[in-house]
């Protein structure tokens, strides 16, 4: 049984940092790209960062810059840096994980920028 859990999240003031880190069970680590997505109120889901097994990293426009998505394939954990947050930052950040024949998410941890 695939199992992603997160953990990291907080309130923070503008421009403060914050690292969110997901542990993997139950999968092969190796053959999952794995990244994060955030959902704000009343908004879609959208994809933060990912990062390949070989540690090749995707990063959404907004994000660029001020997050740094990172894994341990020996430990089978995903982690993301974020710096410099602004208030638009604001929501859950889901944990996932993506092969070629399925994927998991983690039940989200929310992140508040507020001053």
């Known amino acids: 049984q695939v199992q992603l859990v997160e953990s990291g999240g907080g309130v923070v003031q503008p421009g403060g940092s914050l690292r969110l880190s997901c542990a993997a069970s139950g999968i092969f680590f190796n053959n999952y790209v794995m990244g994060w997505y955030r959902q704000a109120p009343g908004e879609t889901r959208e994809l933060v960062a990912s990062i390949t097994s070989g540690g090749i990293a995707y990063y959404a426009d907004s994000v660029k810059g001020r997050f740094t998505i990172s894994r341990d394939n020996a430990e089978s954990t995903v982690s993301m840096q974020m710096n410099f947050l602004k208030h638009e930052d604001t929501a859950v950040y889901y944990c996932?994980?993506?092969?070629?024949?399925?994927?998991?998410w983690g039940q989200g941890t929310q992140v508040i920028v507020s001053s």
């Open positions: 996932w994980a993506s092969s070629t024949v399925s994927h998991a």
